[in-house]
């Protein structure tokens, strides 16, 4: 068997050909692909191959995918922040008294549409400033994040 790294198929009494495993190729299947391109066995689904400052390949994943082939879609979702909403009132910086648990939007969407809040409410909560008022105001949480279509 001449073909190194696949199988011999014969053409007639003189000849053959070889088939080769996946990753060899040439005629005695005997050169390998992924020396030649190192890209090849990433298989990068929704990205791009690109080279690390060591000359390591990798996938760059485009918006919205992620993982060692590009081939996890990154799903809308929702990520609890708890912090103190902020307000400018007059000449004065005011924030709550108290962390507000809120939701922001995180990741990506297919078809051209962006994850934004598709729900919110409002709460009210006391605000300190630093001019030593005070006061009760509005804050609007997002209380559920989704796809939908991009405002431009």
Do not use: M, W
């Not at 799903?75 to 000449?91: G, H, I, L, P, T």
């Amino acid at each position: 068997n001449k073909c190194v790294h696949g199988t011999c198929l014969p053409i007639n009494a003189f000849s053959y050909s070889c088939e080769c495993l996946q990753g060899y190729g040439g005629v005695l299947c005997d050169e390998d692909r992924q020396v030649l391109n190192p890209c090849q066995p990433l298989r990068c689904k929704h990205g791009q191959c690109r080279f690390s400052s060591l000359g390591k390949p990798y996938c760059e994943c485009h918006s919205g995918y992620s993982g060692d082939g590009c081939s996890k879609e990154i799903s809308c979702r929702e990520e609890r922040v708890r912090d103190y909403f902020q307000k400018q009132q007059a000449y004065a910086a005011c924030q709550t008294t108290e962390k507000v648990l809120r939701l922001t939007c995180q990741g990506g969407c297919v078809n051209g549409q962006c994850c934004r809040p598709l729900r919110s409410k409002k709460r009210k909560y006391l605000f300190e400033c630093t001019d030593g008022s005070s006061f009760v105001g509005e804050v609007e949480k997002v209380v559920r994040c989704g796809c939908t279509r991009c405002s431009s």
